[in-house]
């Protein structure tokens, strides 16, 4: 009959022992250990002992185990000397787009704080697309010595490619975080999914807008834009806003190829749709030349919130700050979001924290115009 303490004895005795071997590099970061059988075949005990002794290091961070496809035991980086902070070493951020997009340096700027770039290196995904991008993260991840990718969602083409490359990193236990500056399909079946990311949470801020609406009697919310997405994903979003039930959405595109015919398909289509009474007009702010707009109604002597009912939705863009302190609009706080990603990868990277979804509100600024 088997002794309990002597089976205590024995696992802590192969602890011990296995725990030697990691830190005197005969078992090295990333490699996997020999099966349990060898492993018992080799001390000459059971395979209950074995587990108990890699159940032991695993508490204390030096294995891991792993299932599925690759299972088996792992050796972990050791823990950082007592009294050193750990560092990052590498970092790539994924920006949205090849053109310099208004989120972007806005979102970078929140995570260089975050993570603090006097001690971390930054990467900045160059502009590819398809087998190019591919290849590029492939030697990021293998070779480029990267702790963690900073990824706005915006960049992919189709939900397709975003699971595609997002699988791609969890099969490889790459530590990433998705951050999403606007909401979409693509991000609200991220955030259904639970992968670590930041969101912003555009219902709130529109909800506001929709209550001062309602408020002055409107009962109409047309969405006007030149970019069919734009505005097509803007009443997405107002659809599944509380609220929204009591209005009737509807859109007006513009023909951006006649952009200097603007001021007049604004005074022949628009205006005429403002004197509606039950009519809040919401501006895209990333594709229509908004001056235009505010030109329009000094000519014709309208004001904002007397005259028209008007706000605008804030989209991937540097309004003019005039303008924007003149009409009630919706916006969202893109350093935040970049701040917030930031923190959370460093948690992953130092602490070997989990990823956490987190909802970044959009704010709505209200200047009487609606």
């Known amino acids: 009959m088997n002794n309990p303490e002597s089976n205590e004895i024995k696992y802590r005795r192969i602890a011990a022992i296995l725990r030697e071997r990691i830190r005197r590099g005969i078992y090295r970061v990333g490699d996997k250990l020999p099966s349990y059988p060898q492993l018992c075949e080799l001390f000459e005990v059971s395979g209950m002992t074995i587990r108990q002794a890699v159940a032991l290091l695993a508490n204390e961070g030096l294995l891991r185990r792993e299932r599925g496809r690759g299972k088996g035991v792992y050796v972990n980086p050791p823990p950082p000397p007592e009294g050193r902070a750990p560092a990052l070493r590498r970092l790539c951020i994924l920006p949205a787009a090849p053109t310099l997009r208004s989120d972007d340096p806005a979102i970078q700027q929140g995570a260089v704080q975050a993570v603090n770039a006097e001690e971390a290196g930054l990467v900045l995904m160059p502009a590819l697309s398809g087998a190019a991008r591919r290849s590029y993260l ?104 509380p609220g929204a039930a009591e209005f009737e959405l509807e859109k007006m595109l513009f023909d951006e190829l006649a952009a200097k015919s603007l001021f007049r398909e604004f005074e022949t289509r628009l205006l005429p ?78 602490e070997n924290a989990p990823g956490e979804v987190l909802r970044i509100p959009a704010e709505f600024t209200d200047q009487r115009t609606i």
């Open 138 to 241: 492939n030697h990021l991840i293998e070779s480029a010595g990267i702790d963690g990718f900073l990824i706005n969602g915006q960049i992919f083409a189709s939900g397709d490619e975003a699971f595609e490359i997002v699988e791609s990193f969890d099969a490889k236990q790459v530590r990433y975080v998705l951050i999403f500056s606007a909401e979409d399909p693509c991000s609200r079946d991220f955030l259904s999914r639970r992968h670590p990311g930041v969101y912003i949470d555009e219902q709130p801020a529109l909800a506001k807008a929709l209550a001062k609406a309602a408020a002055h009697g409107r009962s109409r919310m047309l969405f006007a834009g030149v970019d069919r997405y734009s505005v097509e994903r803007s009443l997405s979003v107002a659809r599944n806003t």
């Open 273 to 350: 749709e403002l004197v509606d009474e039950r009519t809040t007009l919401v501006l895209e702010g990333s594709n229509l030349p908004l001056s235009y707009f505010d030109a329009l109604l000094n000519a014709k002597g309208m004001k904002p919130g007397r005259d028209v009912s008007v706000c605008y939705f804030e989209h991937y863009c540097n309004l003019d700050p005039l303008f924007g302190a003149r009409y009630s609009s919706v916006s969202r706080p893109y350093a935040e979001l970049g701040r917030a990603a930031g923190l959370m990868l460093k948690r992953m990277v130092l």
